[in-house]
């Protein structure tokens, strides 16, 4: 018989709030867990926090300068807070920054209403300033050109890493990578190969994590923007697993626009492989099946759905 591990709580204060959290977790779980929003960019739950966007830096009684809420464990005792003009002012120049490298475009951009980045513009009310023209404008290399799933956009990476953590943590695949170093930081595949020649699995698992709209199923350009879209939760009918996936259709197209999946639904925690993800097409397809067919003078002709049964039942005896 096997030990069970004591689940050991700890007790914190956040915006004056007392809440508890299970020793392990970071403040940013912690708050998340108890509904207090601390903006962030590169964090995914998924995923190793890696504290490399700061937009989650919180003052935390004891400690010296802002700490990144992603990678801070909660303690019992802490007194932490998440919104102090200081702590608003840094967020604002964060972002600010990533828009001096982000082209704006989000009226014209498939994550029009579910973009991250474009929420925390919103909230911390960016002027035109930094909403205005791109002040880096060397160009970027494009990995997934002539990739048939995956369109990528370098004017609207903010090099978070979540695609290539992803890539690496979860699918193993190890086919995204950094090159360079600070302002030139660029994502690409190992030695700059196209994507196609690199060890990627077509799973889309980046597409799932950015928070950007950097990174989209290319067949789903321009077939409508997020807020036109309605989600229907059913499960991927390619294996056993019984992944839950969430059609996301364009009522006025009546067509499936894209396949996604939402972190945490069980038994999949939003990952998907290439048939979940890209292999519902079928289903809008012109060719596709709308009848059963039966073999009759060495021909397929169209029967309705009581001759087929019936046949079939009949050579089942």
């Given at each position: 018989m096997?030990?069970?591990?004591?689940?050991?709580e700890?007790?914190?204060?956040?915006?004056?709030?007392?809440?508890?959290?299970r020793?392990?977790?970071?403040?940013?779980?912690?708050?998340?867990?108890?509904?207090?929003d601390?903006p962030?960019?590169?964090?995914?739950?998924?995923?190793?926090?890696?504290?490399?966007?700061?937009?989650?830096?919180v003052?935390?009684?004891?400690?010296?300068?802002?700490?990144?809420?992603?990678?801070?464990?909660?303690?019992?005792?802490?007194v932490?807070?998440?919104?102090t003009?200081?702590?608003?002012?840094?967020?604002?120049?964060?972002?600010?920054?990533?828009?001096?490298?982000?082209?704006?475009?989000?009226?014209?951009?498939?994550?029009?209403?579910?973009?991250?980045?474009?929420?925390?513009?919103?909230?911390?009310?960016?002027?035109?300033?930094?909403?205005?023209?791109?002040?880096?404008?060397?160009?970027?290399g494009?990995?997934?050109?002539?990739?048939?799933?995956?369109?990528?956009?370098?004017?609207?990476?903010?090099?978070?890493?979540?695609?290539?953590?992803?890539?690496?943590?979860?699918?193993?695949a190890?086919?995204?990578?950094?090159?360079n170093?600070?302002?030139?930081?660029?994502?690409?595949?190992?030695?700059?190969?196209?994507?196609?020649?690199?060890?990627?699995?077509?799973?889309?698992?980046?597409?799932?994590t950015c928070?950007?709209?950097?990174?989209?199923?290319?067949s789903?350009?321009?077939?409508?923007?997020?807020?036109?879209?309605?989600?229907?939760?059913?499960?991927?009918?390619?294996?056993?697993?019984?992944?839950?996936?969430?059609?996301?259709?364009?009522?006025?197209?009546?067509?499936i626009?894209?396949?996604?999946?939402?972190?945490?639904?069980?038994?999949?925690?939003?990952?998907?492989?290439?048939?979940?993800?890209?292999?519902?097409?079928?289903?809008?397809?012109?060719?596709?099946?709308?009848t059963?067919?039966?073999?009759?003078?060495?021909?397929?002709?169209e029967?309705?759905?009581?001759?087929?049964?019936?046949?079939?039942?009949?050579?089942?005896?």
């Open positions: 096997t030990d069970k591990k004591e689940l050991v700890v007790k914190l204060t956040i915006d004056g709030k007392q809440i508890t959290a020793q392990g977790q970071t403040v940013l779980q912690a708050a998340q867990a108890n509904g207090i601390i962030n960019l590169c964090y995914d739950p998924r995923l190793a926090p890696s504290g490399s966007c700061r937009l989650c830096l003052e935390i009684e004891g400690q010296r300068g802002l700490q990144p809420s992603c990678v801070f464990e909660a303690r019992d005792g802490l932490v807070k998440t919104n003009d200081e702590i608003r002012e840094i967020r604002k120049t964060i972002l600010e920054l990533l828009f001096n490298e982000h082209k704006a475009r989000c009226t014209v951009c498939d994550e029009n209403g579910k973009c991250n980045l474009q929420s925390y513009a919103y909230e911390y009310q960016l002027g035109e300033e930094a909403l205005g023209p791109v002040l880096y404008t060397e160009p970027v494009n990995y997934t050109t002539g990739n048939l799933a995956l369109e990528y956009d370098p004017n609207k990476c903010i090099r978070c890493g979540r695609c290539v953590r992803i890539c690496d943590e979860v699918q193993m190890h086919a995204l990578t950094f090159k170093r600070a302002a030139e930081t660029e994502v690409t595949t190992a030695f700059d190969v196209p994507l196609n020649e690199s060890t990627c699995v077509l799973c889309g698992q980046c597409i799932s928070p950007t709209g950097a990174l989209y199923d290319r789903a350009i321009g077939q409508g923007q997020a807020t036109d879209l309605v989600k229907t939760r059913t499960t991927c009918i390619y294996c056993g697993v019984g992944c839950q996936i969430d059609l996301n259709v364009n009522p006025k197209k009546n067509r626009v894209r396949v996604t999946s939402e972190i945490g639904c069980i038994p999949n925690d939003g990952n998907l492989c290439v048939k979940g993800r890209f292999g519902m097409d079928f289903v809008g397809h012109p060719e596709r099946l709308t059963p067919l039966i073999k009759r003078n060495g021909k397929l002709e029967a309705s759905w009581d001759e087929a049964i019936k046949l079939i039942a009949a050579k089942l005896k």
